[in-house]
Nanobody, 125 residues
Framework: QVQLVESGGGLVRAGDSLRLSCAAS????????MGWFRQGPGKEREFVGR????????DYIDSVKGRFTISRDHAKNTVYLQMNSLKSEDTAVYYC??????????????????WGQGTQVIVSS
């Protein structure tokens, strides 16, 4: 089992930056990748980005490319989501996720085995 705990959400203004953290505990050595999903008000849950735990390569949705960066710290078993140039449409609950295995489509929520409780990000325009 792997437990994920997010932190760092809050209320910011458009154009500001915010960094989310996700601390993993438990059988973290078995993870293939970690990432982030989000769900905005009245919207469907969507994939934001992910990082392969071993190699460190990343994938993002187009709407956050160039603004968001995912990184990880092996020693702390922590993944970060650095969000710059935030927009009102980035307002959402952000969920940290972890996958045990390589997936056919990493953008699908069903490919992730563990989920955090979520942290709210509100961007005011």
């Amino acid at each position: 089992q792997v437990q994920l705990v997010e932190s760092g959400g809050g209320l910011v203004r458009a154009g500001d930056s915010l960094r989310l953290s996700c601390a993993a505990s438990g059988r973290t050595l078995s993870m293939y990748a970690m990432g982030w999903f989000r769900q905005g008000p009245g919207k469907e849950r969507e994939f934001v980005g992910r990082i392969r735990w071993s190699g460190g390569s990343t994938d993002y949705i187009d709407s956050v490319k160039g603004r968001f960066t995912i990184s990880r710290d092996h020693a702390k078993n922590t993944v970060y989501l650095q969000m710059n140039s935030l927009k009102s449409e980035d307002t959402a609950v952000y969920y940290c996720v972890a996958a045990r295995y390589r997936s056919a489509d990493y953008r699908r929520a069903q490919e992730y085995d563990y989920w955090g409780q979520g942290t709210q990000v509100i961007v005011s325009s």
